[in-house]
């Protein structure tokens, strides 16, 4: 079978991933105060805020890897969450750019918008490829947790299992080992699961 153009960008994205070395971080979050309809959107919208202001303080977790043209480690001032997208025979992880600024509320919004746009073939180039962090959440396919993998040169990626019946939910966050290493990961991870639990939004 000959690979489509879409099969083909995730092959080399993956193959990519597999030269990264990469350590996963796993958390059970309480998302009882996520699922309150004062929340303003779903619990993958308020994890995404939360990750998003998070990240505000954690610059190293929204960073970059690159190798040219020598090894450096980019913390990038704008925090542009991907939120990962199933299209046809593939993948894409288009950004809520900005999302640090954004209520959860427009969070949903712009998460649809793209998320019709990816499936419709429209995004820009600018939000096919600004992310700085990623988002992938197969709660909603019944997967009760999983292992993403890091997307270069991004410096990490969270996994979003599904809510059982007490309302937790496992997430999981996999981390360019040369970008920051495991206590740093594991303070944003534990801050994360706070502002989740706490409903800071």
Known sequence: MTLTPMRRAVAAAMTASAAVPQFTLEACVDARAARTPTAGGSVEDVVVAAAAHTLRDHPR?????TT???????????VNVGVAVAVDDGIVAPAIRHADRLTV???RAER?????????????????????FTVSNLGG???????ALVIPPQA????????DAEQRMWVSLSVDHRVTDGVPAARFLTDLVHRIETGFV
């Open 105 to 107: 509320g427009e969070i």
């Open 61 to 65: 977790l929204n960073a970059s890897f």
């Open 141 to 147: 396919h019944g997967i009760s947790r999983f292992r």
């Open 68 to 78: 040219s043209p020598r090894d450096a480690i980019t913390e990038h001032a704008d």
């Open 156 to 163: 990490a990626i969270l996994a979003v299992g599904a809510l």
């Open 112 to 132: 649809r918008r793209l998320t019709a746009a990816a499936r419709e073939g429209t995004l820009r180039p600018a939000e096919l490829y600004s992310a700085t």
